[in-house]
């Protein structure tokens, strides 16, 4: 074996990375329990014991995780001071109530880690590992997630792309919002169109009971509404628009959901399908949202779909020609790309 030590060293350099993002994770984690960020932010420039009086936690692991945030560039140390401060950036991303709160994310990998044993043998047999046996934890982290890049796009950018569609939740429409978990979608939409009413429905009754919570500490109980059913067999027809947000991938039978979908809108209703945005070959996935994307759908998405037939599994990077293709096969004539971001596809569907 011949071994090119400059490769060798970059390739232990990422792992180096990857390792420190593992331990990050689960401090990440604790930071977002115990608000430290927030507390940072109210108190900087500021010394560990500043930023611990204010959090109510212990001095000393506070300063060893300051050090730790400001060794991977979360917060900002400034050594002539011996005190930690957030840029505007690092503020948003991580401290702001209406910023990204991007440490949320890091509930992920964390839940994901409590089932490890389980899903390892559901990657052995092909088994497969639902979606509803995850720690809860789990459920919470993708709501946080996704939602800051709904509240950022779907009213303004991904419903006004859609042909006609904005006008018509404007003046009032029936919408069925199919996967909807723990309801950030549906809320987004009724608080956005006062006219129109929304039902979100997922198989998951956990995730209902936690939506119609949220609907009714938000005043929006009369207009939108949750109730436990599948893609697949969800109640209602004649509907406007029906929506299903990172979540067709993740189904055994998508087909049967778009078909489902399909028969559900009315004859002139639109479906908006928001996916992980993916390219259609794998070297255009080759990057680190590709690999943020393909390592969830490893343990988490094809998981999930695994475990009843026909586990289609997708994957979380399908990519447009793949659901395009799928979508047609379900009966829709019409498929177009709507809108797109970084992180997500917008794909429009009609009869």
């Known amino acids: 074996m011949t071994i090119d030590q400059d490769r060798l060293d970059a390739l232990l350099g990422r792992f180096v990375t990857d390792v420190g993002a593992g331990f990050h994770a689960v401090n990440a984690v604790i930071g977002d329990r115990l608000g430290l960020y927030q507390a940072l932010a109210a108190v900087m420039p500021a010394t560990p014991e500043d930023v611990a009086r204010h959090a109510g936690v212990d001095e000393r692991h506070v300063r060893e995780w300051l050090s730790g945030q400001a060794a991977g560039g979360y917060v900002t140390y400034d050594p002539d001071t011996e ?25 992920l990998p964390v839940a994901l880690a409590r089932n490890v044993e389980p899903v390892t043998e559901a990657v052995r047999t092909g088994s497969g590992f639902a979606w509803h046996r995850h720690d809860p934890e789990l459920f919470e982290g993708t709501e946080r997630f996704f939602r800051p890049g709904y509240a950022a796009a779907l009213v303004p950018a991904w419903i006004p792309a859609l042909d006609g569609v904005e006008e018509r939740l404007r003046t009032g429409a029936r919408v069925a919002d199919v996967g909807c978990g723990h309801g950030a979608s549906s809320l987004l939409m009724a608080q956005a169109y006062p006219a129109t009413t929304v039902t979100g429905f997922d198989y998951h009754r956990g995730s209902v009971e936690v939506a119609g919570k949220r609907a009714g500490d938000a005043g929006l109980g009369h207009r939108v509404s949750f109730e436990v059913a599948s893609a697949a067999d969800f109640p209602g027809s004649g509907y406007d628009l029906v929506t299903v947000f990172d979540a067709l991938h993740d189904m055994p039978d998508p087909l049967a959901a778009a078909r489902h979908v399909r028969e559900a809108l009315a004859d002139d209703g639109v479906f908006m399908l928001v996916e992980p945005f993916a390219g259609d070959r794998l070297e255009d996935n080759l990057n680190p949202v590709g690999r943020l994307y393909y390592t969830a759908s490893t343990a988490i998405c094809v998981a999930h779909s695994k475990t009843a037939p026909p586990a289609t599994a997708l994957g979380a990077q399908a990519g447009e020609a793949r659901l395009t293709a799928l979508l047609r096969e379900a009966g829709f004539t019409r498929v177009r790309r709507a809108a797109s971001t970084p992180f997500n596809l917008v794909l429009e569907a009609r009869p």
Do not use: I, K, N, V
């Not at 401060?85 to 509930?107: I, N, R, V």
């Open 83 to 107: 005190r930690f401060s957030l840029t505007e950036e690092q503020a948003f991303l991580l401290a702001a109530p209406d910023g990204m709160q991007a440490a949320a994310a890091f509930h």
